[in-house]
């Protein structure tokens, strides 16, 4: 099922735009959105578990959360001690050892004040996590060859040195499944077949005070110039944006129960900004 903007929620601004960039821009309203990743050939899919969470920065500000997860799908390093690992990274060798991972896609959450950020999820062998949760010396190599792995692919500067692990949580948000090669390939990392961009966005809940009535976004996409790049779906507690070049990925869950057949979204293309108006099913009293 799928509704169509409603242009008598255009502001002022919008009444300028041609009216076919809205018509482009549909409203699938559905319980459950399927993943959109298509078969690939040699490849599987997996269910990661639930390891520990890393919190740091990508830059000065903006906060990057890391949820470091366990798969007996994904192949164990070589097999070294304490020491074996010592003598290798002091020799010529060290650039040799490979730990095979799967780097996620980043999943836009909502941290404890409520502002949005980034989340990925590193997927290691589950006997390899084992024995890093019980050296500290393999943690940190490890930890410190993950964030070089996620600031490589995708093109962020990750604040190595203040990264610090939550102790009263595992992951941040939700654990996504992910696809993997099934083939050995000459690079030990299991990547993701592309790069998507994590937008900017906000999300103010109206009114501020008592329960909302509406949950108002507003999505930065500086890239984008047309309506007719964008792909948005909505479920209940659910909102999926796709399109653009990048191409930029906001997958997010909302602490409300919205109502998608009765929201809105409006693409700016002066400020390059998508606003959503989704109303909030209203919360039923005790009977």
Request: proline share 9%; hydrophobic share 35%; with cysteine.
């Amino acid at each position: 099922m799928a509704s169509q903007t409603d242009k008598s929620l255009l502001s002022a601004e919008l009444e300028e735009e041609d009216d076919e960039e809205f018509r482009q821009l549909l409203l699938q309203a559905t319980q459950k959105i399927q993943s959109a990743m298509p078969s690939v050939r040699d490849s599987k899919p997996i269910q990661p578990q639930p390891g520990f969470c890393i919190k740091t920065h990508a830059g000065s500000q903006e906060k990057v959360f890391v949820n470091i997860c366990r798969s007996l799908d994904i192949p164990p390093p070589p097999d070294l001690s304490r020491q074996e690992l010592e003598c290798l990274l002091e020799s010529d060798s060290a650039s040799s050892f490979r730990i095979p991972m799967s780097l996620g896609e980043p999943h836009a959450e909502l941290d404890n004040s409520g502002n949005g950020c980034a989340a990925y999820d590193v997927v290691i062998n589950t006997g390899f996590f084992s024995k890093v949760e019980a050296d500290p010396f393999f943690k940190e190599f490890f930890i410190t060859v993950a964030l070089e792995g996620l600031a490589e692919k995708y093109k962020m500067d990750i604040n190595h040195p203040e990264w610090r692990i939550l102790k009263n949580r595992k992951f941040m948000g939700s654990i996504s499944g992910q696809t993997i090669r099934t083939k050995s390939s000459p690079v030990i990392q299991e990547m993701d077949f592309s790069s998507p961009v994590l937008p900017k966005f906000t999300i103010l809940a109206e009114p501020a005070g008592g329960p909302p009535e509406f949950l108002l976004a507003d999505i930065h996409l500086p890239r984008v110039g047309s309506a007719r790049e964008l792909s948005l779906e909505l479920g209940q507690d659910r909102v999926v944006l796709r399109g653009g070049p990048g191409p930029y990925l906001l997958d997010i869950y909302i602490p409300h129960d919205i109502v998608p057949e009765h929201s809105h979204a409006r693409f700016h293309r002066r400020t390059a900004v998508l606003t959503v108006k989704m109303p909030v099913q209203p919360q039923l009293g005790p009977p």
